[in-house]
């Protein structure tokens, strides 16, 4: 008679187990009453036991069920997080560490809004920002060594990996406020006459944003060049430098109210960001949570304000 014994006929063993009440039971798995006393009638009948009794208290296991509890419950599990995949996740109280690749820039323009959320949310979930070079990224992704890829990655395109956009961002000038003469007419002349900091990180933005000068004939007189965008802010509102940067970049460094930023004299290059991740972690509940917590805030929080 055993064979009568299943997921479902287990998963309502262990709802009136929980709930100590048929009625609850049938609520919490989304059955009938009727249905999950006749299933669960044929359960008693399948392990040659009551399993359950009822008094004042509600539904009582018997020794027998008690015995089978934890069995049962294991059983449940197994099939459902290794068979079914169906791995449960509690953002709530989880302590997971997520781990996303990221360049300074794209870490900047989301992380912030990100933790926001997270914070509230779910706060014991780590965070932690790596960086690294596009191939060892492909393999990080494909061996669930990373979590996510955020940002602006035209590499990542192949059929293993999925991809949704975040935003489409474009490249504006940034110089001091006491550059007075270059706010007030700024033109392509004095943009290729300006001295620049030119900013040469290992990011995709980077060689987007140098083909498309290079291209139309666009000099830059480099005064600095510098892999790190984090040091702008102090080193432009400090000199007559100029640097070209993602628009994302400046409303990031707007807090600095020695920064001006002004629209390029040429018609900007554009570029997408998107989230990246593996279709190997797709279907994971913790990964599909983390996807549309940080979609959320990316793109309908920042909507909204």
């Not at 959320?117 to 070079?133: D, E, G, I």
């Not at 494909?142 to 940002?151: M, N, T, W």
Request: proline residues 5%.
């Amino acid at each position: 008679m055993t064979s009568n014994l299943n997921l479902q006929s287990m998963k309502i063993f262990l709802a009136v187990l929980d709930h100590r009440s048929v009625s609850a039971a049938a609520v919490a798995l989304g059955m009938s009453q009727s249905g999950l006393s006749t299933a669960l009638a044929r359960l008693r009948e399948a392990l040659g036991d009551a399993l359950f009794i009822g008094t004042a208290a509600g539904m009582q296991p018997t020794t027998h069920a008690k015995k089978l509890a934890v069995p049962m419950r294991e059983a449940v599990q197994c099939i459902e997080q290794r068979i079914l995949n169906k791995a449960s996740f509690d953002p709530a109280v989880d302590e997971r560490e997520f781990r996303v690749a990221a360049s300074d820039t794209a870490e900047a323009m989301y992380m912030p809004r990100a933790l926001n959320v997270l914070t509230r949310v779910a706060p014991r979930v780590r965070m932690r920002v790596v960086s690294m070079a596009q191939p060892q990224l492909q393999r990080a992704l494909s061996e669930g060594q990373v979590d996510l890829a955020l940002g602006y990655f035209p590499d990542l395109m192949s059929a293993e990996f999925v991809r949704r956009r975040i935003a489409q961002h474009g490249f504006v000038c940034i110089c001091s406020i006491d550059n007075r003469e270059l706010i007030r007419d700024f033109s392509l002349k004095r943009y290729t006459e300006a001295r620049h900091v030119v900013v040469e990180a290992p990011t995709r933005t980077h060689g987007l944003l140098e083909t498309y000068v290079q291209k139309r004939g666009i000099r830059r007189n480099a005064t600095l060049i510098t892999p790190h965008f984090m040091s702008l802010p102090e080193i432009i509102s400090n000199t007559d430098l100029i640097a070209t940067v993602p628009d994302a970049i400046a409303h990031a460094f707007a807090e600095n109210s020695r920064l001006v930023s002004l629209p390029l004299p040429f018609r900007s290059p554009v570029f997408d960001a998107h989230l990246h991740w593996s279709k190997s972690v797709n279907n994971d509940p913790a990964h599909r949570w983390l996807r549309a917590t940080m979609f959320d805030a990316f793109v309908n929080r920042a909507a909204q304000g």
